[in-house]
């Protein structure tokens, strides 16, 4: 196979070492959904933490966008069997949101636009692990890929990225989610293969 | 709510309900608690198959019930919530 590039094989291996157990890759972006998709105006989006002890911290579309933006490319992976790879995002880490929240929860259940909801630990979303996105490829977010804004954890199963993020609560009891409440698992890593409740 | 997203309809919950209930589940009456709207469980917009079938009320889109299969396991929550049942299928 000497008409492939040393560049070539390396990049195919490495394609092959991100694809975590029981995944395919697609160039494709599938949408999956739950329920009708909201239309939510970034004129009145607002996004909120509410801390356990109930003070709130909320911010406006300009407020986000004036805080610092990020570019990051990353890998996804959803618990219907499918991985992408190398999305390029834009948004405001999780970080930013919370220089100035003093809590000592350990939990958080994001809520959604249309009611959805998903629970991971405050850990996971702290040290440049999670954002707020707002754009992909370049271009301001879909609604049916969770436009206006969606969380984006790419570390858990696509599920934990809550389209349509309205806000994050803070709460020192782990509460299941939509998904994690029929059948889903409660953290879901893909490389250790946590898709359903008992694995 | 206006709904433009694709969905199913409830005649598509017929195969799974058929596992864990005893009489023909898609003319079963079915009243909303959120806008009063009643009619048959066939009637309502399912979305899924993946990551799980959510079956909403076709005028306000209130959650009726959610089912996901899991294996030998069934589960289904009712009517909205973090409630649910695990049912054991085989």
Same mark, same amino acid.
């Given at each position: ?199 | 709510?206006?709904?433009? $997203?694709?969905? !199913?309809? *409830?005649?598509?919950?017929? &195969? =799974? ?10 003319? +079963? ?8 709207? $009643?009619?048959? !469980?066939? *009637?309502?917009?399912?979305? &899924? =198959? ?10 306000? +889109? ?18 909205? &919530? ?9």
């Amino acid at each position: 196979m000497s008409s492939f590039s040393p560049g070539f094989r390396g990049r195919a291996r490495s394609l092959a070492d991100r694809l975590p157990p029981g995944q395919y890759p697609t160039e494709q972006f599938p949408v999956l959904s739950a329920g009708p998709t909201p239309r939510v105006s970034t004129d009145t989006w607002t996004f909120t933490i509410t801390t356990e002890t109930g003070d709130t911290h909320s911010w406006t579309w300009a407020d986000m966008m004036a805080l610092p933006q990020q570019e990051t490319v990353t890998d996804i992976h959803c618990v219907t069997r499918w991985s992408k790879f190398d999305t390029p995002w834009r948004g405001v880490s999780l970080d930013a949101f919370f220089e100035d929240v003093e809590t000592a929860a350990d939990f958080v259940t994001v809520d959604s636009h249309g009611g959805y909801t998903t629970n991971l630990p405050l850990e996971d979303l702290l040290d440049g692990q999670a954002w707020i996105a707002h754009s992909y490829d370049g271009y301001p977010l879909s609604p049916e890929h969770g436009g206006p804004a969606r969380l984006l954890v790419p570390h858990l199963y696509f599920w934990k990225s809550a389209k349509w993020v309205r806000g994050l609560r803070l709460t020192h009891e782990d509460e299941p989610g939509f998904w994690e409440s029929v059948g889903y698992h409660n953290y879901g890593d893909p490389w250790r293969e946590q898709r359903n409740w008992g694995d | 709510m206006a709904d433009d $997203t694709a969905h !199913l309809d *409830g005649n598509c919950l017929a &195969g =799974p309900l058929s596992e864990i209930l005893s009489v023909e589940a898609t003319t +079963a009456w079915w009243r909303c608690p959120e806008c009063a709207r $009643t009619g048959p !469980l066939a *009637g309502l917009h399912v979305y &899924g =198959p993946d990551p799980g079938l959510t079956a909403r009320c076709p005028g306000c +889109a209130h959650i009726a019930l959610r089912l996901v299969r899991d294996g030998d396991h069934i589960w289904l929550s009712l009517g909205g &919530g973090t409630g649910a049942f695990r049912f054991r299928t085989a």
